[in-house]
């Protein structure tokens, strides 16, 4: 199959299974996300998540496979979490859409009706319309995966955008203590570091935190949000988002290291797995969190009526 890159060799991100032959003459299969390819692959397993780190010298065959089917169920828990993220200023159940609003804020997301119900469906709007107009807003959807019958008459799509997941328990990547500092509110510092507005990243249904990367001398050099929140089945999640690195510190792996202090904070805060979103054409992002242990859970865009 061709992988993310197009072609045939697996690329950082990509699914993979690696045939290898150990020391005991036995050979062995490991399935799971390539992280990286260099003199020896590093893999992390499918089974339990733990990193695997495999010679090229005990490698027999290795090949792309596809991801691990996620059932329409998974992804409509998933998008819970998420919404439970951004919570926006006013929110609302109607007809199995979670309908969300912040007039003369910016963005899709906190003014968008999500289908998180099974009930909801592209032919009972009327209500959800009728909840924006009273807000002065289009009807504006977020149609994820497979979750709506009927949804490719939703054209045309807007901010193609993947949802990406991974586990939180890894090392926090070369950040050392004191190097990224968490607090429970955003600064000015922050705010103006992620071009965010504090109404809609402190709107939780749950807990948030804001991180910031800081130099030797206290300056903020990057920033990132972490929300904590729970699915359909009560599982608790790190909703990473919010990620800015000041635009005369980029390309010395800022973002890495502070993903990695929000993986770690996740775990710590006991949220087993993270996720975030990337819009689907931003490459250098894409392959920023996929070569750091990412992959796609689903996929969504946006939708908005005509007025």
């Not at 193609?160 to 607090?183: C, H, K, Q, W, Y």
């Not at 807990?207 to 990132?224: C, K, S």
Request: with cysteine.
């Amino acid at each position: 199959m061709k992988t993310r890159s197009g072609t045939d060799v697996p690329v950082p991100g990509d699914r993979v299974v690696v045939r290898r032959l150990l020391p005991s003459g036995q050979a062995s299969d490991v399935i799971g996300t390539l992280l990286a390819d260099g003199d020896a692959l590093r893999v992390r397993a499918d089974r339990d998540g733990t990193e695997q780190l495999i010679p090229r010298a005990e490698i027999v065959r290795w090949k792309t496979v596809p991801p691990r089917p996620v059932r329409a169920s998974e992804i409509r828990s998933l998008d819970l979490a998420r919404a439970r993220s951004w919570w926006s200023v006013e929110r609302e159940w109607v007809d199995g859409w979670l309908c969300r609003a912040a007039p003369g804020l910016p963005g899709n997301r906190a003014s968008a009706a999500a289908p998180l119900h099974p009930d909801a469906s592209p032919d009972r709007l009327d209500g959800v319309r009728s909840w924006y107009a009273d807000r002065g807003l289009p009807l504006r959807l977020t149609v994820s995966d497979r979750l709506l019958p009927g949804a490719a008459a939703l054209a045309p799509a807007v901010q193609p955008t993947d949802v990406l997941t991974a586990p939180s328990a890894i090392e926090a990547n070369g950040a050392a203590d004191g190097e990224v500092r968490f607090a429970a509110a955003p600064d000015a510092a922050w705010l103006s570091l992620t071009g965010t507005v504090e109404p809609l990243v402190t709107s939780v249904d749950g807990e948030v935190l804001f991180a910031t990367l800081v130099e030797p001398d206290g300056a903020p050099v990057a920033a990132g949000r972490l929300a904590l929140t729970a699915d359909a089945a009560g599982t608790r999640w790190g909703g990473i988002g919010s990620m800015a690195v000041a635009p005369a510190h980029r390309r010395r792996g800022l973002a890495t290291r502070l993903l990695g202090a929000l993986r770690a904070r996740a775990a710590a805060e006991g949220a087993p797995r993270v996720f975030l979103e990337v819009v689907q054409d931003n490459a250098p992002a894409q392959n920023l969190y996929r070569g750091t242990g990412f992959t796609r859970h689903h996929g969504y865009h946006y939708w908005t009526e005509s007025r």
